[in-house]
């Protein structure tokens, strides 16, 4: 035996699942703030000027609408294979 037949507990999986989503979610935001702060941070000081905040607010946008495309392709593509779970990338 494989060690991973029918018996599994199904809410072990999904737990498993939950927090697996949890951790790459903290992934994308630990990336998303380094890009976005080499990105945008020039000089750092006591306050943020406005150029820096639109640079920071577009970096952001930009960055969640990639992640979500990217998301979406890898679930198509998961999908058409068969693979994985709808709700893994959910």
Known sequence: MDGQ???????LQHFIE?????????????????????KCM?????????????CFVNCVERFIDTSQFILNRLEQTQKSKGGFSETMLD
Not at 21 to 32: A, C, D, G, P, T
């Open 5 to 11: 037949g029918a018996s599994a507990d199904p809410q």
């Open 18 to 38: 939950i927090e697996s989503q949890k951790q790459r979610f903290q992934q994308l935001v630990h990336q998303m703030t380094e890009v976005c702060w080499e």
């Open 42 to 54: 020039d000089k750092p000081g006591p306050k943020l000027d406005s150029r820096s905040e639109i």
